[in-house]
């Protein structure tokens, strides 16, 4: 080697050793608290910390959905500050995804500004019985489809079965192609602690249901690894771990290992990986320990 190169090898080693060694990923940096991102034509996807949702802003109208503000009113503040920097036209429609308060609580700056709520019939329901105060109750119910249409968009919303609700309902941009489905198909992950108002087995069918739809791209509640959007694949892959869950917990529950034995020894390694895999696969067994081992 010539001894000019061998300098420049050297100082290249020292550079990379001083600094970090070559093979460790860069320090993710922190994600701002808040993004919008334009995923098509008038079509929107707004992060507030790890909840998301799709708007969709014409010229002539908007229509949000979830205003994912639950104990934090700025959210839907700087949710319509962000529509408004893509235009002034009036917010139609605010659509709720399903009645859980993380998702939907914080609606009323949407109410004042015009918007029509929007929920499935059961959401309602729920939502007169509980009077959660920060809730806006739905004027507008859906049962099993309606379609929305603003600025020549469209947007269906359809009821695919109880699933991680009894009242989910996902939103379809049939010419886009894209779905916006919350909570019920979460992207790479398991599912939230011990899948508290869950409907087995009619999740398995929802998801068939979702997988029967026309899209390319998943708008998911919360964002995926990366902050990626999701695909069909992400739907199966859910889909095959509540299977292999459902299948290993059926065994267990069959030896009378339900519920602590079970939460305590079943592994799934396949599904390591997944974000929140450590801290609520225990939870995931318990509801498929109360179904296989109770009947519930
Ligand atoms: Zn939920």
């Not at 119910?141 to 609700?165: A, C, F, K, P, W």
Request: aromatic share 10%; glycine share 6%.
């Amino acid at each position: 080697m010539p001894p000019a190169l061998a300098v420049f090898a050297l100082v290249a080693m020292s550079t990379l050793s001083s600094a970090q060694t070559p093979n460790a990923p860069p320090a993710p940096a922190s994600p701002p608290l808040f993004a919008t991102t334009k995923i098509a034509d008038n079509v929107y996807v707004f992060r507030y910390g790890g909840h998301q949702s799709m708007f969709i802003a014409t010229p002539e109208g908007v229509i949000a959905t979830d205003p994912i503000a639950y104990q934090r009113p700025q959210a839907a503040q700087t949710y319509i500050a962000e529509i408004r920097k893509i235009t002034p036209a009036p917010i139609k429609y605010l659509v709720y995804s399903h009645h859980h308060y993380d998702h939907i609580a914080g609606g009323k700056p949407f109410r004042d500004a015009g918007a029509l709520v929007v929920a499935h019939k059961n959401a309602r329901a729920k939502l007169e019985a509980l009077k959660y105060p920060d809730v806006v109750l739905p004027d507008m119910v859906v049962d099993q489809y309606s379609t929305l249409e603003v600025g020549g968009m469209r947007v269906d919303l359809i009821y695919v079965g109880r699933n991680h609700s009894d009242n989910s309902l996902v939103m379809l941009l049939p010419k886009e192609k894209i779905l916006f489905a919350v909570d019920f198909i979460p992207i790479q992950d398991v599912m939230w602690r011990d899948m508290p108002d869950s409907y087995l087995p009619d999740w398995f069918d929802s998801l068939d249901r979702v997988l029967a739809l026309d899209f390319n791209v998943l708008i998911p509640g919360h964002p995926g690894p990366g902050g990626r959007m999701g695909t069909k694949d992400d739907v199966r892959a859910a889909k095959q771990y509540l299977t292999d869950l459902s299948n290993a917990t059926r065994e267990l529950a069959d030896q009378g290992k339900c519920f602590d034995d079970a939460m305590k020894s079943l592994k799934l390694p396949k599904y390591e990986n997944w974000p929140s895999y450590g801290r609520y696969l225990p939870g995931n067994i318990e509801r498929f320990c109360e179904y296989w081992g109770r009947g519930i």
